[in-house]
C-alpha cells in the first residue's frame, strides 16, 4: 500500500504545524519521520491516521483518496506514545477488541491472536492486565492489537520515548524486523535521530512544518541538505561555524574552502572527521569527555571551539590542558548558505 | 473525538436539552416575580410584556413582604457554618491528610458514612438533643448543626487537598528554621487556601439553604431563614398562593448563591477540590 | 497522629451527629411524647409494629412511594448525569467550562426553592407546564393531584436538582480516559456509541457506583422538596418515609413512632452503603 501526503497543510487558529508537505512512501516501506518537539510530525501522522483535520490537503492509499475516510474505516494500526491499551481488559481482550469489531468468530480471533501474541513474544502475558504489565510488555500489547487486523498502514507515534535505553534500542530492532516480515508500510514518527536512521528504509527530517530533507539514512548522515538537518542528525553534534568567524588562512589550512569574502556561509564538519596529527593545526585540550568507546575532545583553536571525536586507545594520554594537532580532509566539509540553509556543492578549486 | 455530523446533531441536542431543562426553571421564577400583581391573566404570556421591581421591593419593605431579617439570618447561617467547618475541617483534614495510618483511614470512613446521612433525618435527634441541652431556638444551635453537616465531607476535601501539597515543602521549611506554627501560617494555609475556600464555599451553600433543620431548630420569626418564612406565601390552596412576591423572594435567594458559585466555579472544578476528592474516593 | 487537631472535628460531629442519632435510636423504643418529652415509659417494639399496622396511611403505601420516588430520582439523575458528562467530554476548556456552569446552577440552588420553583411549573393556573401546553393548544394538567403522576413530578423536580451531581462524578472520572485511549478505539473500530459501551463505561464504573450511592440516598432522605411542593399530598399520596417521620413527630406528637420511621430509614441508608462498599471494593479487586 503506497500512501501519498499531498500539499497538507494543517492551522491551528493562528499557528501553522504543518505547511504544505507532500510525501510518499513506497509500498512496504518504512519511513521515518525525525524532528524536534513541535516541528509538526505527530500531527502530520495524525493527518494520516484521521485525527487531525487538514487546512488543506489530500491523503491517497495507493491512488484512493481517503482523506474524509474516518479513522475507523482507515483500517491502520496505530501505536500510540503511552500505547493507550484498555486498562478494563486482559492483554489478550486488548489484542482481540478489533477483532470483536469487526465481529470475527470467536474461535478464528483467539487464533489470530495467539498468532499475534508469537509473534510479540507475550505468550506468557496474555492473561495478564495492564496494570500489571512493564512499559516494555505493554508496548508490544499495543503492537500486536494494531497489527492484528492485518492493517494496510502501520503508525506508530513514539512508540519507545517511554522506555529505558537499552530497551528501546532492543524494541526498535524488533519492530524493524516484524515489519520487514509482514511487508507491512510504515511511518515512525520520533524525536530520536539515531532512532530513526537505524531502522528506516527513508529518513524525513522535519522542522517547522516543513521536511527538509528526504533520504535515505546514509545520505541523511553523509551529506544533509540543509544545516538544520546537519545539526539535528549525528551524535555528537556536527562542528560549525560562521565563514567569516574563521581566520581564512586557518580555513585553508585545514582543507576547508576558503569561502571568506565570496560567499556568506555556514561551515561545517563532523567530530569523526578531525583527526588528531601532530603536524595540523595545533589548540589546547579544554575538555575531554569519556564516551566509553570514544573519546570527545573539547578544543580550542584560533579562537573558536572544535569538538573531535578519537578512538579512546588513540586519546589515552591526552589530558585536559595538552596542546594537540588535528587536520581534516577537504571532502569532509560541509557548506551551507548563510541565508537559506540549504547545502552548497562546492568543488574545490 | 472526531464525530460525524449526525453524531454531532446528537451530542448538541442533549446538551440544549440538559441546558433548557437546568435553566428553564430559574427562568421561570425570575419571569413570574417581574410581573406586576395584577398581570396574571390565565394563560400566561411565556414572556412577560410588563416589567417591575415592584415585587421584590415589596418583599424586603413591603407590608406584605418579610423584610431583610430572614435573608440576613440565612447569611448568618450560611457564614457560620462556613468559618466553623473551615476551620475545623482545615485542621481534622490536617491530620487525616497527613497521617495515613489504619486509625486514619477508618476515621476517614466514618466520616464517610457520616456524610451520607442527610440533614432531614437528624431532625428529630437534633430537636430532641436540643431540648435538652437548651440549645433549642438559638442562632449558634443553627449553625452548629449546619457545621457538623458539612463537616464529613469537608473533611474529605481537605484531607484530599492536603495530601496533594507536597510535604517535602515542609520538611523544607522545617530545615530552614520554621516552627510547627510558622510552618502551618506560611506554607500550609497559602496552599490549602483553595482547598479551604471550596470547602467553606459549600458549608455556605449548605447553610444558606438550610431549610428542614431551622424549621425545627428555630422557633422564633426572628432568627427563621427566607427558607422558613417564606412559606407564609404558600396557603392549602394552590389558589390563595401569592405567586409574585413568592417568587420575588425565592429570586434573592437564589441570587447569592448563584454569584457565589458563579465566581468560584473556576476553583470548585478545578485541579483542587471536587475533581481531586472524587479520584480520592 | 495529632489527636489534638481532630478533637474539634470529631467533637462536633459526636456531639451533633452520633449523639443525635443515638438518642433517637433509644426513643424509638419508647412511647414519648412531644407533649411530654422527658417522661416517658420503655415500649419494647410496639412503635415498629404499630407502623404496619397504621390504616391511614398504610405504612407500605408509603414504603412503596419511597422506593417508587427514590428509583426514578435514581435512574434519572444517573441517565440524565452521565449522558451529559459525555456529551461535553472532549469538548473544548472554555465551552465547557460554561457550559458545565450553566448545567450545575440546579445543583446549588436551595431544596426549597427548588420546591417553591416547581411549585410554580407545576402549578396548574401559573405555571410553566400548563402555560406552554395552553399556548399550543392542548389543555393544562393538574400534575399533582393523582398519586402516580404527582409521585413522577416530584421525581423530575428531584432529578433537576440532584442530576449535577452526578454529572460532576462522572465528569471527573471520565477526564481519566485519556483521549489517546478514545483514539485507539477508533482506530480499532468503534463507533461513538460502541465506545461509550465498551471502553468509557467499564472505565468509569466506580465513579458511577459513588453517583449511584449519592442518587439513591438523596432519594431515600428527601424532605424539603416534597414538604414543599405537595406536603405528602393530597391525603398522604405523596408521602415518603422522611416525611412520615416528621409528621408523626412533630404534628402527632409521636416521638416514639417518628424516631422508629427514622432507625428505619438509617438502617436503608445503612444497608445501601454497605452493599455499595462490597461492590466498591470489587471493583478495587478487579484493577490492582
Redesign the interface.
Known amino acids: 500500500m503506497r500512501v501519498s501526503i499531498r500539499s497538507l497543510t494543517v492551522e491551528f487558529g493562528p499557528v501553522t504545524a504543518v505547511n504544505d508537505l507532500d510525501l510518499e512512501v513506497g509500498d512496504g516501506q518504512l519511513v521515518a519521520i525525525v524532528g524536534s518537539s513541535g516541528c509538526g510530525k505527530s500531527t502530520t501522522l495524525g493527518f494520516v491516521a484521521g485525527f487531525a483535520k487538514a487546512t488543506t490537503g489530500t491523503l491517497l492509499f495507493d491512488e484512493q483518496d481517503v482523506t474524509e475516510v474516518s479513522p475507523q474505516r482507515r483500517k491502520i494500526g496505530f501505536v500510540f506514545q503511552d500505547y493507550a491499551i484498555y486498562p478494563h481488559l486482559s492483554a489478550a481482550e486488548n489484542i482481540r477488541f478489533p477483532l470483536d469489531l469487526a465481529k470475527v468468530p470467536r474461535r478464528q480471533a483467539e487464533q489470530q491472536v495467539a498468532e499475534m501474541a508469537e509473534l510479540l513474544d507475550i505468550g506468557e502475558l496474555l492473561h495478564r492486565r495492564p496494570g500489571q504489565l512493564s512499559g516494555g510488555q505493554r508496548q508490544r500489547v499495543a503492537l500486536a492489537r494494531a497489527l492484528v487486523k492485518k492493517p494496510v498502514v502501520l503508525l506508530l507515534d513514539e512508540p519507545l520515548s517511554n522506555l529505558d535505553a537499552h530497551l528501546r534500542v532492543q524494541m526498535r530492532a524488533e519492530i524493524r524486523r516484524i515489519q520487514l516480515g509482514l511487508g507491512i508500510t510504515t511511518l515512525f514518527v520520533t524525536h530520536d535521530q539515531a532512532e530513526a536512521l537505524s531502522i528506516a528504509d527513508q529518513v524525513a527530517v522535519m522542522n517547522a512544518g516543513r521536511i527538509e530533507t528526504l533520504a535515505v539514512p546514509q545520505e541523511v548522515y553523509a551529506r544533509p541538505a540543509t544545516l538544520f538537518t546537519a545539526q539535528f542528525i549525528g551524535s555528537p553534534q556536527m562542528n560549525l561555524w560562521a565563514s567569516d568567524a574563521l581566520d581564512a588562512g586557518f580555513v585553508r589550512a585545514m582543507g576547508a574552502l576558503d569561502v571568506v569574502g565570496t560567499r556568506a556561509a555556514t561551515v561545517g564538519i563532523r567530530p569523526e572527521h578531525l583527526t588528531l596529527d601532530p603536524a595540523g593545526i595545533h589548540g589546547e585540550v579544554a575538555l575531554r569527555e569519556t564516551l566509553g568507546r570514544d573519546i570527545l575532545l573539547h578544543v580550542e583553536a584560533n579562537g573558536s571551539r572544535f569538538l573531535t571525536l578519537v578512538d579512546s586507545q588513540v586519546a589515552e594520554g591526552i589530558r585536559q590542558g595538552d596542546r594537540v594537532g588535528f587536520v581534516a580532509d577537504a571532502e569532509n566539509w560541509h557548506y551551507f548558505d548563510r541565508q537559506t540553509g540549504a547545502r552548497l556543492e562546492l568543488a574545490a578549486s | ?4 455530523r449526525r ?1 454531532s446533531i446528537v ?1 448538541w441536542t ?2 440544549a436539552f ?2 433548557f ?6 427562568l ?2 425570575l419571569a ?1 416575580a417581574v410581573r406586576p400583581r395584577n398581570a ?1 391573566t ?3 404570556p ?1 414572556i412577560p410584556t410588563e416589567f417591575t421591581f415592584s415585587n421584590l421591593r415589596e418583599i424586603l419593605t413591603g407590608s406584605d413582604g418579610i423584610g431583610w431579617l430572614p435573608y440576613v439570618n440565612a447569611a448568618i447561617y450560611g457564614l457560620g457554618a462556613a468559618v ?1 467547618t473551615g ?3 482545615l ?2 483534614g ?3 491528610g497527613r ?1 495515613d ?1 489504619r ?2 483511614r477508618a ?1 476517614l470512613l466514618v ?1 464517610l ?2 456524610s ?14 436540643y ?2 441541652t437548651g440549645m433549642y431556638d438559638t442562632r449558634i444551635g443553627v449553625i ?2 449546619y ?3 458539612s ?2 465531607l469537608g ?1 474529605w476535601l481537605m484531607a484530599a487537598i492536603i495530601r496533594q501539597i507536597p510535604i517535602r515543602l515542609e520538611q523544607a521549611a522545617r530545615i530552614d528554621g520554621a516552627g510547627p506554627f510558622t510552618v502551618a501560617r506560611r506554607i500550609v494555609l497559602p496552599l490549602a487556601r483553595p482547598g479551604v475556600i471550596v470547602v467553606g464555599t459549600l458549608a455556605f ?1 449548605s447553610g ?5 433543620l431551622p424549621l ?1 431548630l428555630a422557633q422564633s420569626p426572628n432568627i427563621q431563614p427566607y ?1 422558613v418564612v ?2 407564609k406565601y ?1 396557603v392549602a390552596e ?2 390563595t ?1 401569592n ?1 409574585t412576591l ?2 420575588a423572594g ?1 429570586l434573592i ?2 441570587v447569592p ?2 454569584l457565589v ?2 465566581f468560584l ?2 476553583r470548585l ?1 478545578a485541579q483542587g477540590g ?2 481531586a476528592a ?2 480520592a ?1 | 497522629m495529632p489527636w489534638l487537631l481532630l478533637t474539634p472535628a470529631i467533637g462536633l460531629s459526636v456531639f451533633l451527629v452520633v449523639v443525635p442519632y443515638g438518642i433517637t435510636f433509644l426513643y424509638a423504643f419508647t412511647d414519648a411524647q412531644l407533649s411530654s418529652i422527658s417522661s416517658f415509659s420503655g415500649a419494647g417494639l410496639e412503635n415498629f409494629s404499630t407502623l404496619f399496622h397504621l390504616d391511614e396511611p398504610r405504612f407500605m403505601m408509603e414504603v412503596v412511594t419511597t422506593v417508587a420516588f427514590t428509583a426514578a430520582t435514581v435512574v434519572g439523575s444517573l441517565g440524565l448525569g452521565t449522558l451529559l458528562a459525555v456529551a461535553l467530554h472532549g469538548l473544548r476548556a472554555r465551552t465547557r467550562a460554561v457550559l458545565q456552569a450553566l448545567i450545575l446552577v440546579p445543583w446549588v440552588v436551595a431544596s426549597v426553592i427548588t420546591g417553591y420553583t416547581w411549585t410554580f411549573i407545576y402549578s396548574p393556573q401559573v405555571g410553566f407546564l400548563n402555560t406552554l401546553i395552553e399556548r399550543l393548544g392542548g389543555s393544562g394538567v393538574s400534575w399533582l393531584l393523582e398519586r402516580w403522576l404527582a409521585i413522577g413530578a416530584l421525581a423530575v423536580a428531584n432529578v433537576w436538582a440532584s442530576f449535577g451531581l452526578v454529572f460532576l462524578i462522572v465528569s471527573a472520572s471520565l477526564s481519566n480516559v485519556s483521549e489517546n485511549i478514545l483514539r485507539a478505539a477508533q482506530i480499532d473500530g468503534a463507533g461513538p456509541l460502541t465506545t461509550i459501551r465498551r471502553v468509557i463505561l467499564p472505565n468509569i464504573r466506580q465513579a458511577f457506583l459513588l453517583a449511584t450511592l449519592v442518587a439513591t440516598v438523596s432519594g431515600l432522605n428527601v424532605f424539603d422538596l416534597i414538604f414543599v411542593i405537595t406536603h405528602g399530598g393530597p391525603i398522604y399520596q405523596t408521602e415518603p418515609l422522611s416525611l412520615l417521620m416528621y409528621r408523626l413527630t412533630f404534628v402527632q406528637g409521636e416521638v416514639g413512632a417518628g424516631a422508629a420511621v427514622t432507625v428505619i430509614l438509617f438502617l436503608a441508608t445503612l444497608v445501601l452503603s454497605v452493599a455499595y462498599v462490597i461492590a466498591w471494593r470489587r471493583e478495587e479487586r478487579k484493577w490492582s
Open positions: 473525538m472526531e464525530l460525524t453524531q451530542r442533549l446538551i440538559g441546558l431543562y437546568a435553566l428553564v426553571p430559574v421561570w421564577v413570574i396574571f390565565f394563560p400566561l411565556l466553623v476551620v475545623i475541617a485542621l481534622g490536617y491530620a487525616l497521617y495510618t486509625y486514619g476515621l466520616f458514612a457520616l451520607l446521612l442527610p440533614d432531614a433525618a437528624r431532625i428529630v435527634p437534633l430537636f430532641l438533643l431540648i435538652h452548629l448543626a457545621a457538623a453537616g463537616l464529613p473533611i451553600v444558606w439553604n438550610a431549610f428542614s425545627i427558607t417564606l412559606q404558600i394552590q389558589s398562593v405567586w413568592l417568587s425565592s435567594g437564589l448563591v448563584l458559585f458563579g466555579q473556576r472544578l471536587l475533581g472524587v479520584r474516593r
